[in-house]
């Protein structure tokens, strides 16, 4: 399960050692951390340990809770407009793999930091036939250049950390041990700004994005 | 006219010898080159031979047929729109000049391959008079940054293949001989992708181009 | 005050050699300047002298005349919206610090050069408390890759020239002294283009950004 650290006003929320999949018990974890985060004004790092950043959408609970998929896709959906906004600086620390909604979560950040020598970053959206929604696809062309955004959401391709940042996935990358550290240090300074006003700012600048993501999606057909 | 070769999925439409300019004929052949491509679920290269590309609109026949100019106007937006959502991966070969609507054709595909050497990318649409319709500049900057867009779009500069690869008019140069099949094996992976899901994936992240493009236009003044 | 010189089509506009901060008076001389540039189809540098392009809005002005503010703000992104979508070719020669409505100036160019070694760009918004308006964040988004939009509108970070050229605040650096004749140089092939066809191209590309600056802001509520 998610857990919060704080150094000196920049708050470290450990997403998992596992897969760190978006279980309901996982999103009402984190958003309880991103409470507190705001709460104090805080800096924000995420990141996982082991393996992986995160691995998107828990595709078990999925299948075991069917009638349940259109509350779920709100709240993940919720989760991505919260941080594209979240009043307080953001980073995302990908130590490993982030693939799907992980890799989305973690474009929602303002910045990104990726361990260099392992882990890919991957949109598998086309290989799964399951298509971007509006809302994330327009989170992931706000975020990325127009090549970028292309060559990750058209072709599935896994990106490690140095193609990553050659193409503009992430801002940095950072070797194993120091992608947390480097990712701290690069919003340390950040931390404490208004968040009145820097709430305000984030929400002119993505507010048509994060309204996309919080809009109800067409039922589907009978 | 256009012919089309398949090589393992991989089809290359040829878009001829000479300037390539958008003829009805050359466009209708262009898009039963494109159904066949679409029923294949193959992955596509455009490219010509000799010196150019594309050449773009066709004039002389637009001087002949000047009462046809609205119809003629959006067949061509017709085949961008198509070619910017083709349900299958595509690249465009870029082995020489690429002129206005031709250079309009190679930005609709997922990726560009420019010859280094020779050719010219360019839009010389403000030294000729003919302002970027609604859905050609939208097509533009939905693909390239805004420092690229602005440099290509309000210069008539015409971009050799290198400097055409440092702005992000292209995404990668190849030396003569090698450009087409250096296109061909960066979508040869990505060929038998689900078309459904390719389709719905490059609807949704270029819909609102695709319906400027076919967008009707607004009627002559008298 | 603004003073204007040309030079064999190239207009250089001298924004000041103090803080050339938008008075109204100043608004008005370099609006002045601006019909001249237009009237003979010229192309347009932008630059101060001394340690300043421009600090942006006039501050000590406001505080003085608090009733007039929504009016000013009316002014400030009329000309904004006119730099924008000015029928000439633009660039701004950014001599010194840019910060605030001064760095969204030029950000409204067509091109920016700036001094490598001394002043900052720099958008304080974020450290002052005064959120961008929906115009002038549509204004710097337009123009400026996601990454580097995220990057000067969140965190209030002051960049030297050769981090505003690396993150593509501005396209190119030089040396002091440089600055403007470089910036002249840019532009100088592109003097004489047919206005009209650059001015219908410019407004369909930010159409819908100048429109945006150009909407009465709400009324403050009561």
Redesign the interface.
Known sequence: MPALHEDDGVFTLDLGDDENRFSPDWLQAVNTSLDTVVEASGALVTTGHGKCYSNGLDLEWIVRHPEELPSYRTEVQELLARVLTLPV?TVAAVNGHAFGAGAMLAVAH??RVMRADRGFFCFP???I??????GM?ALI???????A???S????RRFGGTQAREL?LV?ETAAEGAVASNAAELVRP?AG??R???G???T??FGATAALLRAAEPAAQP
């Open positions: 600086p303002d910045f959206e086309v290989d036939d399951v298509p971007f929604t509006p696809a062309q706000h975020k990325l250049t127009p090549a955004a292309i060559a959401m058209t072709t599935g503009g801002d950040l700004k208004n009145d006003t820097l305000t700012i984030k002119t600048v």
